[in-house]
């Protein structure tokens, strides 16, 4: 089980948590919401939880609560431009259909 980084990903994260000033890496979780039944979640870790199951991934610690795991296992995450938008891309294998507006997902 793994969940991992693209390294445009990982040097925008460190970019980022050198910016903040404070940061031990990222977690990545989901929870129920949206149309299709499920959404991500990412944020900021300051301190690890104890469920909390950590990988590194080109020099960032990426941290994901037990729970989230099944759904995440094999997700690569993404640091992508397109045109004037960027942001975040999750490249997840377990994904069975997902809404219109792409926030949301199914497994």
Do not use: W
């Not at 870790?45 to 990426?62: L, N, P, R």
């Not at 094999?74 to 942001?87: H, S």
């Amino acid at each position: 089980m793994a969940v991992t980084l693209s390294e445009r990903a990982a040097n925008h994260i460190r970019n980022f948590i050198a910016k903040r000033g404070k940061g031990i890496g990222i977690k990545l979780g989901v929870r129920t919401s949206g149309c299709s039944g499920m959404v991500y979640k990412l944020e900021f870790a300051d301190a690890a939880e104890a469920d909390d199951i950590q990988f590194e991934s080109h020099g960032v610690t990426v941290y994901v609560d037990a729970k989230s795991l099944a759904y995440l296992d094999g997700t690569e995450l993404d640091f992508v431009r397109e045109g004037l938008n960027e942001g975040f891309k999750f490249n997840n294998p377990n994904v069975k259909n997902s809404c219109g507006c792409g926030e949301s997902f199914n497994v």
